[in-house]
């Protein structure tokens, strides 16, 4: 197969409304349908720690009611033609995701512009959301996977919104109004904080009228500012935490902060990942070693750029194993690391890890959507949208100089935090019952 066939063509249109709406539309005439994502630039890392989960609550009630529209009218319009509809609160950006018959386009930029403006936040709504995250909250302190990754982000990142969970916690979530919802909505649901990503089967020039005429009469707030998040800086001493609970397996993790997306060595640093451990079968030590060949486990990884966003993401090494083997899964975690940082990758791991990321890059564009969230991204980090082409030839110039230079820049085996969740003491000593099994 040729490199022509396999590398994906994107021609894109990027502009702006004179409200501050930012519009990027790619054209796919491969199927009859459309994908529309709409994402506001606001998420959890805007909300205040007294209320965590404001942010994820607006996001998921955006699409329960607006001035013209039930909940249950918006499902039935949208369900009537085949179409999806999701809307959503993460970290950074809230929003819609939808996908449409291109004949049914119009009702989706329709539905899309009423929730972005005119999203109401009924009280019952509010209250029925409430309770079932409070419920999921509970859920999610009975996972050791989940309670150890939220310790390792209470420690990494602390006193910034990172370390809190999106969701949110119980005692914050029973505390929210609908006063709050609104006040949060109307404060960052604004065209000038606001892309439109459109991807599919349209006529460009029709399409842009139909945004202008929906979108146009949304009020720019010309006083919107951003709000400024306190800096992160990466520890310089080893801390730990050992949670016990009642369960067959330890749940480890290992590791400190990472990187943002926009930091220049972030290619050398996604083939440092595949090789350390963020790739599937023989190409990554980590699962290689500890999982293939000791037995440790079923499920071990490594990864720093996979979280790197706005801010500075993490660096995170798991492994979930029996509690007999928890001083050897964590020697194990931490002489990878450590050599890594040490010995210069081989030749064959750099050329293992080049062919899979650019062997596996073409199937992140797939679908509309997928193409859709891809030009969210190339706006949000300035990518710049020839980043299709670009990506395989930054992959390619990372050379094992460039790996060994940024694993001993930005990877720390003397100053790890280690997160222990299972049947151990606050000292990370097995409990007296698997103290006696594992002997």
Do not use: C
Not at 183 to 210: A, C, H, W
Not at 215 to 220: A, I, L, M, S
Not at 389 to 397: F, N, T
């Amino acid at each position: 197969m040729s490199k022509a066939a396999t590398q994906p063509q994107l021609e894109v249109e990027r502009l702006e409304l004179p409200n501050g709406l930012v519009l990027l539309l790619s054209e796919n005439h491969a199927l009859p349908a459309v994908s529309i994502n709409a994402l506001a630039l606001a998420g959890s890392r805007y909300e205040a720690d007294e209320q965590a989960g404001l942010a994820s609550l607006v996001g998921k009630l955006l699409d329960e009611g607006t001035e013209s529209h039930t909940s249950q009218q918006i499902a039935e319009a949208v369900e009537s033609v085949g179409g999806r509809f999701r809307s959503f609160g993460d970290y950074q950006v809230s929003g819609v995701q939808s996908a449409f018959l291109a004949q049914d386009l119009r009702l989706g930029l329709e539905m899309t512009a009423n929730v972005l403006m005119n999203a109401t936040f009924p009280e019952d709504q509010m209250r029925l959301h409430v309770s079932r995250r409070v419920a999921q909250i509970k859920s999610r302190l009975d996972v050791p996977r989940i309670q150890a990754s939220d310790i390792f982000n209470e420690i990494v990142f602390k006193g910034h919104p990172q370390q809190r969970p999106s969701i949110g916690y119980e005692a914050t979530l029973t505390q929210l109004t609908r006063d709050d919802a609104a006040m949060f909505y109307r404060r960052y649901f604004v065209p000038n904080n606001t892309l439109l990503s459109i991807v599919g089967d349209f006529n460009r020039e029709d399409l842009k009228t139909q945004v202008a005429e929906l979108f146009g009469q949304w009020q720019r707030a010309d006083d919107f500012n951003a709000p400024e998040l306190p800096t992160l800086s990466r520890q310089t001493a080893p801390l730990e935490r050992f949670i016990a609970a009642q369960k067959e397996q330890v749940n480890i993790y290992i590791g400190h902060l990472g990187i943002d997306r926009k930091n220049p060595d972030y290619y050398a640093l996604l083939v440092m990942d595949t090789i350390l451990g963020s790739s599937p079968g023989f190409t990554s030590r980590i699962p290689r070693i500890l999982r293939d060949e000791q037995g440790l486990a079923y499920t071990t990884f490594s990864n720093m750029t996979a979280s790197a966003g706005l801010d500075a993401g993490r660096f995170t090494a798991f492994i979930g194993t029996s509690p007999d083997n928890l001083d050897k899964a964590l020697a194990g975690l931490r002489h990878e690391i450590r050599r890594i940082t040490e010995e210069p990758v081989t030749e064959s791991e750099i050329a293992s890890a080049k062919a899979y990321l650019t062997g596996n890059f073409v199937f992140d564009f797939q679908t509309n959507a997928q193409i859709a969230g891809f030009l969210a991204e190339a706006e949000i980090y300035a990518l710049g949208f020839d980043y299709l082409k670009a990506y395989p030839e930054l992959i390619r110039a990372v050379s094992i100089e460039d790996v060994s230079r940024v694993t001993r820049q930005y990877l720390a085996p003397d100053a790890l935090t280690t997160v222990v969740v299972g049947p151990v003491d606050e000292n990370g000593k097995l409990l007296e019952q698997n103290r006696t099994m594992a002997q």
